[in-house]
């Protein structure tokens, strides 16, 4: 059964960082691209950043550029995303997902994933 479970998630301040981690259970290491989405209430979800199964690039939503950065432990199956510099409208719940293959480069679009988390709550205010 493939899983995705999302941590990391809470409360902090503007200007500050947090460290979401998702943890990858019955996938086959390494052989899928993986996303960060994020969804504020009353707006559309949208793509955060992706990271590629083939050659590990990433690709980073303009909003995020800079100040997020993901990356991935095949090892432990377990991706996380660095954001740093938070800003009271990356306020958001914050899902990964995924999709088994290897693959060059990735992208942000929702339905290309067919694996979700249930998502971590973060929170950027004073």
């Known amino acids: 059964q493939l899983q995705l479970v999302e941590s990391g998630g809470g409360l902090v301040q503007p200007g500050g960082s947090l460290r979401l981690s998702c943890a990858a259970s019955?996938?086959?290491?390494?052989?899928?691209?993986i996303a960060w989405f994020r969804q504020a209430p009353g707006k559309e979800r949208e793509g955060v950043s992706c990271?590629?199964?083939?050659?590990?690039?990433?690709y980073y939503a303009d909003s995020v550029k800079g100040r997020f950065t993901m990356s991935r432990d095949n090892a432990k199956n377990t991706m996380y995303l660095q954001m740093n510099s938070l800003k009271p409208e990356d306020t958001a719940v914050y899902y990964c997902?995924?999709?088994?293959?290897?693959?060059?480069?990735?992208?942000?679009?929702?339905?290309?994933?067919?694996?979700w988390g249930r998502g971590t709550q973060v929170t950027v205010s004073s």
């Open positions: 990271i590629s199964s083939f050659d590990g690039s990433t």
């Open positions: 997902a995924a999709v088994l293959g290897m693959y060059r480069g990735c992208d942000l679009h929702r339905g290309r994933y067919d694996n």
């Open positions: 019955g996938f086959p290491r390494g052989h899928y691209a």
